[in-house]
């Protein structure tokens, strides 16, 4: 082993030992941005990137099963990743399918996709169905994978699926206007039952949400990295539980 990485584990050990388990957060959500960045500087090909992404985020989750976490959303693609170029979309498709139905064989995570299922292509929408479906009884971490996702998408949708529901029940706009409130439109989120993230953690050094949860995210605390996600290690989860469980919420009072 080399002296750094020996230096390293002893430091991620010291962090982690003075880690506060109980003020954990208990649902963290997280932006994995970067692959294309790390792919470019470490000379490797978009595809490579993406996949040394994929494959870092069992470790996160494993990281997550040992503090306590016990909601984990993971933005794979957003609603305007759909518009990349169809060389670069189709391989990062497969990437994610792939992804999807490892973690779901994997045994230890409840799956569900969060997103607009009919924005994406079949076979994708297949593989997210299937690994719901065959991890639902599972007691682990649930983990939402964010496929197909936009914040102002998931909104919109929430309050078609409000109407409609309200329609089905020969309720009048006046009516519904004269009882609607924020709950209402909770209740038809894609994450609904769910509670809202503690934590957002976003990697690659950039410092805005891009729509991400912009509903559940209202009362959240942000943590910016500057690593890119490929190369996101156990430390820099450790220090944004660290910074988390310093901070002093408000929830708006």
């Keep these: 082993m080399k002296l750094r990485d020996l230096v390293y584990k002893l430091y991620?050990?010291?962090?982690?030992?003075?880690?506060d388990h109980d003020a954990s957060p208990k649902h963290i959500g997280v932006i994995l941005d970067g692959n294309r960045r790390w792919a470019k500087a470490s000379g490797s090909s978009t595809v490579q990137g993406h996949q040394a992404g994929a494959d870092k985020i069992s470790e996160l989750l494993g990281w997550?099963?040992?503090?306590?976490?016990e909601v984990v959303t993971l933005w794979m693609l957003?609603?305007?990743?759909?518009?990349?170029?169809?060389?670069?979309?189709?391989?990062l498709l497969n990437?994610?399918?792939?992804?999807?139905?490892?973690?779901?064989?994997?045994g230890r995570w409840r799956i569900h996709h969060v997103g607009n299922l009919d924005i994406l292509p079949s076979r994708t929408q297949t593989v997210l169905k299937e690994a719901e479906q065959a991890t639902h009884d599972i007691g682990g971490i649930l983990v939402n994978v964010a496929v197909g996702y936009g914040g102002r998408q998931e909104i919109a949708d929430a309050v078609r699926s409000l109407l409609l529901e309200h329609a089905e029940k020969g309720t009048s706009f006046e009516e519904l206007a004269e009882v609607l409130d924020i709950d209402h439109i909770a209740e038809h989120l894609y994450t609904r039952g769910q509670p809202d993230p503690d934590l957002v953690i976003r990697t690659s050094g950039e410092q805005r949400l891009s729509g991400f949860m912009l509903w559940q995210s209202a009362h959240s605390e942000y943590y910016f990295c500057e690593v890119f996600w490929p190369a996101f290690r156990k430390v820099d989860f450790l220090r944004a539980l660290r910074d988390y469980a310093a901070r002093h919420r408000r929830y708006g009072t």
């Design 12 to 19: 991620a050990r010291r962090v982690e030992g003075r880690l």
């Design 64 to 69: 997550c099963t040992e503090t306590d976490v």
């Design 78 to 91: 957003s609603t305007d990743n759909l518009d990349r170029p169809e060389g670069e979309l189709l391989p």
């Design 95 to 106: 990437i994610i399918e792939n992804t999807v139905r490892g973690l779901a064989e994997d």
